[in-house]
């Protein structure tokens, strides 16, 4: 596959699929299948494909508050108040059912606000342990993946057998490995794989059937692999967050020539990172699952006793991609976020990685203030570049 | 209607809330001021002092001292004999005392945003060393969090864990969708407690008494059967006191329920109440001619700004939250962990309409005033909808205004004022349609 071909199997597949969500639902239904809203935080997407039905992410949408604003204050998370907004005017008419974990306090009440303004679209609420890793934490997210497991039943209308548990966590691994691989490659690559295209290949797995996702970006990978290396001139940064997916706000990356080749984003790696484990001896495939969400970590919304795990992961993102620096995308009233960034600030200016933060919302139309920000950081990196340069031929090294 | 003849002033509505979460006694004023027989607010005024003081002599002992949340399950550190502060309960002293601007600010300087909880805030620039004069604190040896009321409680702990290197306990109560707490769950925090139970014996050489902890629970039982049976006055028409009292009040059942002088306290605001309904005398010292629910925590810097306009019209507050969200009852361990899963943050939109709503029908309530605090998102986040039920079931209005519990940059007292004033005309309003015998 050449360059032109990547950018236009990019273009025709996942960027389609990323951005038409809508026309994805309309094509499931079209097909007599199901599908099932899939609402932040680690939901567990699986049991949804195991019992046939689709899965799609919901992480609200760009543009205007209207109708929520008759839910929630304006002092209110951008994800919670878009996706009731959606909900509002008929974008999820075409849900069987959604999916809403409660891990934040944004979400807490984005549940009842939900059922309150769609009672007709059935709500599979799951309250997760945050003191998960204990066998009493492992226990308990088992009987709630149970008690989740037999509300999807009564959605799809067939029982979800064991077999069809373990089968989803074979495909959602194969996804998993699949999408780290294509992050590992794009941060190679970066003026083929643009921090947009970057963004649409993840968030369309979102979206689209995991086994064709899967397929088709292992063929692209695979093209991605054997492309000669870049010589990329630009600069290289992680970027942490909970969304980043906005066109515009993407688009000043990429005209401030930065390249994404890590994250710590929410509705990207972290979804990712790592995989539902093997089982142990005779396990329950819920059971799978449970350990499987006792495993995830270096991330605000999950509490972990240990307190600098997730400063430590950013920093060895940075060392092992790469990058030059990090770039904190605050998604708006978040207070997780919110709370975990002077700490992670302050470990990253004790070990020297330039770091910067810019605002967000899905609301925002004025970019011009994250432009200003990332010009002079993208200038600041390569001053950085400039004088290590320097400083190492005057070495000798 | 109403009581007349008793003086008051704001200030000292502002001076009696301060000292509730922080000040000495010295405001105190009135006939009933004796030192034989002190006035129960005085008493509990006391109490929540020494839990201070206690906690600051167990530290020059060189014992620990924890740092708790309000409704972390306050009967293991009690039984345990450790001596344990309560953050929101400071940052709302230093509020009413006029410093959470200054504290807010020194968190925002070390990178903290504004849009942060501002008693996370407070507590924080206090975790980070910041004088607060208003309401001092020993440092923490160990941290005491459970997530029932929110989980910005969770990051905030956290942070000041690893500020100063020491064990968080943490007790995590998810979300209940339902008004039924499952078995479950019910499990899962109990196993926690058992934990949470091990480890503080473990990290401070304590054992572990049942005898002791059936005492404690005991007392807490007895506080929560006085607390309950003092809001209850409210129900009386016209109110022996104002929900504003039960704000200050709450100080004691947060910081010191398990102890057997806040329940001897609390019966005694009981029976000063049942003694002001014979005598026709109430701390609300205005003409009750509107009787409201006041919804979400008050905004500590700007007492004397929200009390202004209902003295003005005569709008007493019969109606807060606290009474059920803190008098909870519980006959053993599973009755104790399913109580603790009921914190106002913690319970389904039905359970919290129903919680007020039924307040608002035993108190005879004709209108509520909702604050959107915007520290609090968990609490604001479905007010709106909690509006709407409301003006349905009890067909009553409602109004809302914008504010925070200790930031006062996020109050505007036109604002207030405004919402007031149309509460008001809305409570005329329905009155005479009421009167009229028009449908609701």
Redesign the interface.
Known sequence: MSEKEIKGTIEEVFSYSARHPARLLEEYRAAGQKAVGILPYYAPEELVYAAGMAPLGLWGMEGSVRGAG????A???AI?RMNLEMALVGVLDGLSAVLAP?????M??????F???RPDIPMI?L?????RT?E??V??MT??LA?VREELEAVAGTRITDDAIRDAIAVYNESRAERRRFVRLAASHPSVITPERRSDVLKSAWFMPKPRHTAVLKTLNDAIEALAPENWTGGKVVVSGILADSASLLSVFQDNRLAIVADDVANESRSFRSDMPLPEKDEAPLRILARGFAGQGAD?LL?D?D??RRARHLKGLVEESGAQGVVFV?M??C??E??????L??ALDAVGIPNAQIGYDQQMRDFGQARTQLEAFSEMLADRGRRDCSAASSTGR | MGFSGDSDSNAKAQADAGAMVGANTSAIDGANDDVTTKPAKVVLREIVDAVYEQAWDAKKRGEPVGWSSSKFPAEIAEALGLAVVYPENQAAAVAAKHGGRRLCEYAEA????N???AY?RISLAVSDGAPAEERPVPPPDFLLCC?NI???M???Y??I??RHDIP?I???V????TVDI?A??V??VS??FE?AIKKLETLFGRVWDPARFAEVCANANRTASAWLRACGYCAMKPSPLSGFDLFNHMADVVTARCKPETSRALEQLADEYEQAVKEGVSTWRRDETWRIMFEGIPCWPELQALLRPLKEHGANTVAVVYAPAFGFQYGDMDGMIRAYCRAP?SV??EAGTEWRAALCRENSVDGILVH?N?SC??W??????MERRWRKELGIPVVGF?GDQADPRNFAEEQYRTRVEGLVELMRANSVTRENGAPL
């Open positions: 008759r839910y929630f204050p002092f209110y998370c919670a409660s891990i934040c306090d944004a807490r009440p984005f549940t009842q606000n059922k309150s303004a609420f309250a997760q342990p945050q003191n204990e009493f934490g226990v308990y009987d709630e008690r605000s509490h006793p307190l600098s605050m708006q009233f207070d997780p919110e709370l975990d960034y002077p700490h600030k302050q | 070390l990178g903290y945003s849009d942060i909880c996370a997530n929110c989980n910005c969770t990051k905030w956290e942070n864990a690893r968080l943490m007790i995590d998810p979300y209940n969708n499952p479950s769950r499990a899962y196993a926690q934990a943050n389904c939109i959107y915007r998102k968990p604001s986040g479905y007010m709106l909808e914008d």
